[in-house]
Antibody
Framework: QVQLQESGPGLVKPSQTLSLTCTVSGGSISSGSYYWTWIRQPAGKGLEWIGRIYPSGSTNYNPSLKSRVTISADMPKNQFSLKLSSVTAADTAVYYC??????????????WGKGTTVTVSS | QSALTQPRSVSGSPGQSVTISCTGT?????????VSWYQQHPGKAPKLMIY???KRPSGVPDRFSASKSGNTASLTISGLQAEDEADYYCCSYAGSYTLVFGGGTKLTVL
């Protein structure tokens, strides 16, 4: 059974780059059957889809975040990562990684990590 | 790309049925049969309850059902139980290989 675990700094200073890693166990991110996805949730608010990566390296991003987001994958380590640049307090949230399953172009998030809280503050 | 519209809250008594709506546009909900629903208990990660508009993953009780009409998707929970109290989110394909979530609905079991 696939499991995902987010990791990274819990505190990031404004204007810096937020970097998170998702480690996948119980399955290979290079299998070609799934997209690997990032989603966030500010405290007390709804979910926001950030973007995803396919094993081929192809990425898709939320248009509202596209200029600041980079999602990459490290196949040997079975990890994928999120970088969000020029952060502000509005980027404070719980960040989830998830597996995207299904068919093109859908690949809905079906298995989620437990989430990690990132606070943007000086 | 705007968030899908859900009611902030709904409530029902044990044993009753409730329906949560999720309204989008022809560019997302109305344009594709790609809608999913998630249940989120406080402090927990979301759990997939419905996919492809009306399909239930293995292990999800058949008390949970869903449908779509035009630009609005709906999740119905019948035979409400205390453990159904949670936040519920819809999600839709929004074109151009992007996804969009709803704002979430808090379900209270009275």
């Amino acid at each position: 059974q696939v499991q995902l675990q987010e990791s990274g700094p819990g505190l990031v200073k404004p204007s810096q780059t937020l970097s998170l890693t998702c480690t996948v166990s119980g399955g290979s991110i290079s299998s070609g059957s799934y997209y690997w996805t990032w989603i966030r949730q500010p405290a007390g608010k709804g979910l926001e889809w950030i973007g995803r990566i396919y094993p081929s390296g192809s990425t898709n991003y939320n248009p509202s975040l596209k200029s600041r987001v980079t999602i990459s994958a490290d196949m040997p380590k079975n990890q994928f990562s999120l970088k969000l640049s020029s952060v502000t307090a509005a980027d404070t949230a719980v960040y989830y990684c998830a597996r995207g399953a299904g068919i093109q172009p859908w690949f809905l998030p079906d298995v989620w990590g437990k989430g990690t809280t990132v606070t943007v503050s000086s | 790309q705007s968030a899908l519209t859900q009611p902030r809250s709904v409530s029902g008594s044990p044993g009753q049925s409730v329906t949560i709506s999720c309204t989008g546009t022809s560019s997302d909900v109305g344009g594709y049969n790609y809608v999913s629903w998630y249940q989120q208990h406080p402090g927990k990660a979301p759990k997939l309850m419905i996919y492809d508009v009306s399909k239930r993953p293995s292990g999800v009780p058949d008390r949970f059902s869903a449908s779509k009409s035009g630009n609005t998707a709906s999740l119905t929970i019948s035979g409400l139980q205390a453990e159904d109290e949670a936040d519920y989110y819809c999600c839709s394909y929004a074109g151009s290989y992007t996804l969009v979530f709803g704002g979430g609905t808090k379900l209270t079991v009275l």
